[in-house]
Nanobody
C-alpha cells in the first residue's frame, strides 16, 4: 500500500514563504517521478511542478517559475515544495503525486492522469 502524506500548509501573507513536504511510504521512493498539483475553489486541478526520479530534472508551471522550487531527498522518502514570494492567487489545496512508470531519467509528466498515487492535500492560503 503506497501512501503519500503532505504537510506544511497554512496561512501566510502575500510575499511570504512556505515549504510543503510529501513523505511516501510503501515502495522505494527513488523509483517514483514526483509532482505537485493544486486546486483552487471553483477551478480545475493545475500542475505546479515535478521532479524526476533522480532529482536531476525539474519542470514548473509558468505561473510559479522562479518563485517555487521542488526538491527531493531519496534517503528520507520525501519531496519538497519551497514556495517564495507567495501571491493570493496561489491559494489552493496542494497535493503531491507519484508516477510509478519507469520512463527516461529526466521525464517529468505534467498531466494528472500520468500519476498513480496521490496525497490527501494540504491547504495553502495567502492573504493580501
Amino acid at each position: 500500500q503506497v501512501q503519500l502524506v503532505e504537510s506544511g500548509g497554512g496561512l501566510v501573507q502575500a510575499g511570504g514563504s512556505l515549504r510543503l513536504s510529501c513523505t511516501v511510504s510503501g515502495r522505494t521512493f527513488s523509483t517514483y517521478t514526483m509532482g505537485w498539483f493544486r486546486q483552487a475553489p471553483g477551478k480545475g486541478r493545475e500542475f505546479v511542478g515535478g521532479i524526476s526520479r533522480s532529482g536531476s530534472s525539474t519542470k514548473y508551471a509558468d505561473s510559479v517559475k522562479d518563485r517555487f522550487t521542488i526538491s527531493r531527498d531519496n534517503a528520507k522518502n520525501t519531496e519538497y515544495l519551497q514556495m517564495n514570494s507567495l501571491k493570493p492567487e496561489d491559494t489552493a489545496v496542494y497535493s503531491c503525486a507519484a508516477d510509478s512508470e519507469i520512463n527516461g531519467s529526466s521525464w517529468v509528466p505534467q498531466l494528472a492522469t500520468a500519476y498513480d498515487y496521490w496525497g490527501q492535500g494540504t491547504q495553502v492560503t495567502v492573504s493580501s
